[in-house]
C-alpha cells in the first residue's frame, strides 16, 4: 500500500489546496455567514462527499471520459453554473422579502449538505484536478492503483474536513452575530448571491 513517503506530502499539500481561496471554502464561508455555523459545517460535508464522486471517477476512468469529452465536460460545468444561478436568485429574493421585524429564515441541514455535494459534483474542474493530483501519489509496484486512489481521496477529505470546518464555525460565528440586526442579514444574503453568481460566470467560462 501506500507508504509515509508518499501520505505525508499528499497530506500537506491537501491541506494548503484546502486553505486556497477557491470556490469550495468561498461557499463554505458564504452560507456560514448567511445560514449560521451548523449550515457551513452541513455544507463542508456535502463538499466532502462530493470528493468521493471525483475519487470514484478517476478510479474508474470517468475522468478521463469528462476530460477527453468536450459534450461532457460542457454539460457537468453548466449544470453546475446554473444551479448556482439559482442560488443566487434564492438569495436575492430572501434578501428582498426578508421582514425586518422577523427572525431570518433559515434552511434545514439536510437541504444544505446535499447543496454541498451538489456545487462539489457539478464542477468538473474538480474531476481533471483529481485526475491529475491524486495519480501523482500512486505507486503500481505497492498494490492496485484504483485502491490506491481511494485511500488518496480519504487522505484529502480528512485534510479538508477541519480546514472547511474552520471557516464555518469562524464565519458562522460573525454571521450569527451580524444577523441579529435583519438589515444586516439583508445585507449578507444579496453578498452571498453575488458571490454566487461570480462563481457560476467563473465556472461557465472555465475550459478544459
Not at 34 to 54: D, P, Q, S
Request: charged share 10%; net charge positive; aromatic share 12%.
Amino acid at each position: 500500500m501506500i507508504g509515509l513517503e508518499s501520505i505525508i506530502p499528499f497530506f500537506i499539500a491537501s491541506l494548503l489546496l484546502a486553505l486556497a481561496p477557491g470556490p469550495d471554502n468561498i461557499f463554505v464561508l458564504t452560507q456560514s455567514a448567511v445560514n449560521g455555523k451548523k449550515a457551513g459545517v452541513a455544507v463542508t460535508f456535502g463538499l466532502c462527499t462530493g470528493v468521493i464522486f471525483h475519487t470514484t471517477a478517476v478510479a474508474l476512468g470517468i475522468a478521463v471520459f469528462i476530460q477527453n469529452s468536450a459534450v461532457a465536460f460542457s454539460a457537468l460545468k453548466f449544470l453546475g453554473a446554473g444551479y448556482l444561478v439559482y442560488l443566487a436568485w434564492q438569495a436575492y429574493r430572501t434578501s428582498s422579502s426578508v421582514d425586518l421585524t422577523a427572525d431570518p429564515l433559515q434552511l434545514s441541514l439536510r437541504k444544505l449538505y446535499f447543496r454541498g455535494i451538489f456545487m462539489n459534483v457539478t464542477n468538473p474542474k474538480v474531476s481533471l484536478f483529481f485526475l491529475a493530483f491524486l495519480p501523482q501519489f500512486a505507486d503500481p509496484a505497492r498494490g492496485p492503483v484504483g485502491v490506491q486512489i481511494f485511500i488518496l481521496g480519504s487522505l484529502f477529505i480528512l485534510a479538508a474536513i477541519p480546514v472547511f470546518g474552520s471557516i464555518a464555525l469562524l464565519s458562522g460565528s460573525i454571521g450569527e452575530i451580524l444577523t441579529k440586526s435583519p438589515r444586516v442579514n439583508k445585507i449578507l444574503n444579496r453578498v452571498a448571491g453575488t458571490v454566487f453568481l461570480a462563481l457560476a460566470v467563473k465556472l461557465a467560462i472555465t475550459e478544459r
